[in-house]
């Protein structure tokens, strides 16, 4: 076997980078490596800036021209840029020392800006750069990609209880027959699950900290006294769109980052238990599922139209969660001021929201191809006339009948009833003539309470 080194999607050891690359491409900026530099030449430019602004007097204001150059180095990073600080990284043996390093390299050309290249990371430890960068990264790719995503999943499970706010559907509880619902009803139920789940991720508020090595500006404090240092490092990261975190050893503790990935997983929980319930309404004929021209369903069995979609919807929310859970547990907890466990575990971050890209796109598939099959759904609703057990001794209960309860289990309980049979039951039964008729005119597809209105207001 003779398997090239050099990546691509079909040698790729994760999927994330093969198979499903295309659907982790809007996260590559954010996330990857390369993002994660982009990041940090971000950081470190803003940190440089606001210095010159601070009144050193050995770091006069940048002219225009300097600043717009610094501006120029961020948004104009590119993959050859992170290929450098990459060689950088060869000798230094040291991944922000390198961005240091590649940025000094940058304005070494402008005189005013060489000038001041010493106070490029002035009294920043790497993780004041890090923690910085992960917060601008984490809250981008939430806002830029997973609450849109979320969002557009939500709104199609929405169009999906409206449309079926109607359509009666024989509830199962325990997996046996049991008050009806609507199928729009269902839906709505998962919206509203996930309307809250996306409002808890919106929530999360990303904390960082700009305050040296232990989190007590030692070395700020050493070089300028005067300085109100916890004050100007607030307004560096305010101007990032980020809210300082006071107190911290030498990392941020990430509470805030754990907050969000148990958020996120706490959506995928809701997302892979609408899969399953698809998975077994596509099991019991009550969708079919829109079939592409060219597809094969089984290597041996040509009838098959398997419910793909929400099976790989459902194992990769399981390989998100099992990353996002890791991440929730492991980064808020470092022993003493810092040791370097949690900086491995957060190069995964690409990897857990990029498995969620994966499920999501799988479901918003597989719900798109679905198809109501109108005649299974109502054949199964039409055949369960024992559902009706429940109002027929819930009226009897209140016109005080005897052993209500007791007279319908012996009626229905583990052998059904058809029509015929409750018709004569409600027919003997010393009811008022009202709610005798109310029951005689029910049937299975009506008993649907305020489902289809709760349905129509989601």
């Not at 070494?108 to 601008?136: M, P, Q, V, W």
């Not at 990303?206 to 300028?224: D, E, F, R, V």
């Not at 959506?267 to 829109?290: C, E, H, M, P, V």
């Not at 007791?406 to 018709?423: H, S």
Request: net charge negative.
């Amino acid at each position: 076997m003779q398997i090239a080194d050099q990546l691509s999607q079909l040698n790729a050891l994760s999927p994330l980078d093969g198979r499903y690359a295309a659907k982790g491409n809007p996260l590559r900026a954010t996330l990857s490596e390369a993002g994660f530099m982009a990041h940090r030449v971000e950081v470190e430019v803003a940190w440089l800036i606001g210095l010159s602004d601070a009144g050193l007097p050995e770091l006069p204001t940048f002219s225009q021209a300097a600043r717009a150059q610094l501006k120029a180095l961020v948004d104009n990073f590119s993959e050859a840029d992170a290929a450098r600080i990459k060689d950088i990284e060869k000798v230094t043996n040291h991944d922000v020392k390198a961005v240091e390093y590649w940025l000094k390299e940058q304005v070494a050309g402008n005189a005013e800006l060489a000038k001041a290249a010493e106070f490029i990371h002035f009294a920043c430890t790497s993780e004041d750069i890090n923690n910085t960068s992960h917060a601008l990264m984490l809250s981008r790719a939430r806002d830029g990609f997973l609450l849109p995503r979320l969002t557009e999943l939500a709104a199609k499970l929405r169009e999906l209880a409206h449309t079926y706010a109607d359509q009666p559907l024989l509830s199962r509880t325990h997996g046996q027959p049991a008050s009806p619902s609507t199928l729009g009803k269902e839906f709505a139920n998962v919206v509203a699950r996930l309307d809250r789940a996306i409002a808890a991720v919106a929530a999360v508020q990303p904390l960082a900290k700009l305050n040296g090595a232990t989190g007590n500006y030692n070395a700020h404090i050493s070089a300028y006294p005067e300085i109100n240092w916890p004050a100007f490092s607030a307004g560096v990261l305010n101007a990032l769109g980020l809210e300082q975190n006071p107190y911290s050893i030498q990392i941020e503790p990430h509470d805030w980052m754990a907050a969000l990935f148990d958020a996120v997983a706490r959506a995928n929980t809701i997302i892979l238990d609408l899969n399953r319930d698809i998975w077994g309404y596509i099991s019991l004929g009550y969708f079919k599922q829109r079939l592409k021209e060219g597809e094969v369903g089984s290597s041996t069995m040509p009838h098959k139209v398997n419910p793909i979609d929400f099976e790989n919807s459902e194992g990769n929310i399981g390989l998100a969660n099992a990353v996002l859970r890791h991440l929730s547990e492991k980064l808020p907890v470092s022993r003493w001021q810092r040791d370097l466990t949690d900086s491995t575990v957060l190069r995964n971050l690409g990897v857990g929201f990029g498995y969620c890209a994966v499920a999501w796109d799988a479901c918003l598939r597989g719900l798109n191809k679905l198809e109501l099959n109108a005649a299974a759904i109502d054949a199964d609703i039409d055949n369960c006339w024992e559902v009706l057990a429940e109002p027929v001794q819930t009226v009897m209960r209140r016109y005080g009948l005897p052993q209500p309860y007791e007279q319908l289990k012996a009626l229905t309980r583990g052998k059904g009833i058809n029509q015929q049979g409750l018709t004569e039951f409600i027919q003997g039964l010393d009811l008022p003539a009202e709610p005798k008729a109310r029951l005689l005119a029910m049937t299975p597809r009506s008993y649907v309470g305020l489902a289809a209105e709760l349905a129509r207001k989601i």
